[in-house]
């Protein structure tokens, strides 16, 4: 999968835990993947509908009701779902709100080794210099990342790293995101 892709599919709060799911074994139908992930019905017909879109999901044909299909990964899907249930897993229960946010696993996957601020930027180039600061903080805060400051270089210069959790979801999709 490339960084566009993921910046696309990560973008809906609920792809990856539908995802994930789905690659955990949890039917394809409305009601058990909304028990599965805890959304609310709008925000899980939004990333469906999303997923959908993207090439990952489809309905399955001649099962399920017309108000209530039965979906299925694509050959593509298959690949992005083992991808998300590797960061599920990673994550863990008490993280998964800050998987949900835009730019959480973009941020986290170009980390894969220390990088300065501009490096992250050019590695993701839709993010805006507000959304990345926002989402280092917050995941700095979470522990998921940290700055340190290399003071040989003039100016002394910010480096990111993921750390605990960060890093292992950081290992887990460094594997299987490309950057092109």
Do not use: C
Not at 39 to 59: C, M, N, P, Y
Not at 93 to 118: K, Y
């Amino acid at each position: 999968m490339d960084i566009q892709l993921f910046v696309n599919v990560t973008s809906r709060a609920w792809a990856i835990p539908i995802l994930s799911n789905l690659h955990a074994g949890v039917a394809g139908r409305q009601a058990p993947l909304l028990a599965a992930t805890g959304a609310s019905r709008t925000a899980f017909a939004q990333s469906v509908d999303h997923l959908i879109k993207t090439g990952l999901l489809e309905r399955n044909p001649g099962h399920g009701h017309p108000l209530r299909p039965e979906f299925r990964l694509t050959p593509q899907g298959v690949s992005a779902a083992a991808i998300a249930n590797k960061i599920h897993v990673a994550a863990g229960d008490a993280d998964q709100d800050l998987l949900r946010r835009s730019w959480t696993l973009p941020v986290l996957t170009s980390l894969h080794t220390p990088r300065r601020f501009r490096d992250i930027k050019r590695g993701l180039p839709s993010i805006t210099d507000r959304a990345l600061s926002q989402s280092l903080q917050t995941m700095e805060g979470r522990s998921w990342v940290r700055r340190s400051v290399d003071e040989t270089a003039r100016p002394p210069t910010p480096i990111y790293s993921a750390v605990n959790t960060g890093a292992l979801i950081s290992q887990a999709t460094a594997q299987e995101i490309s950057f092109v």
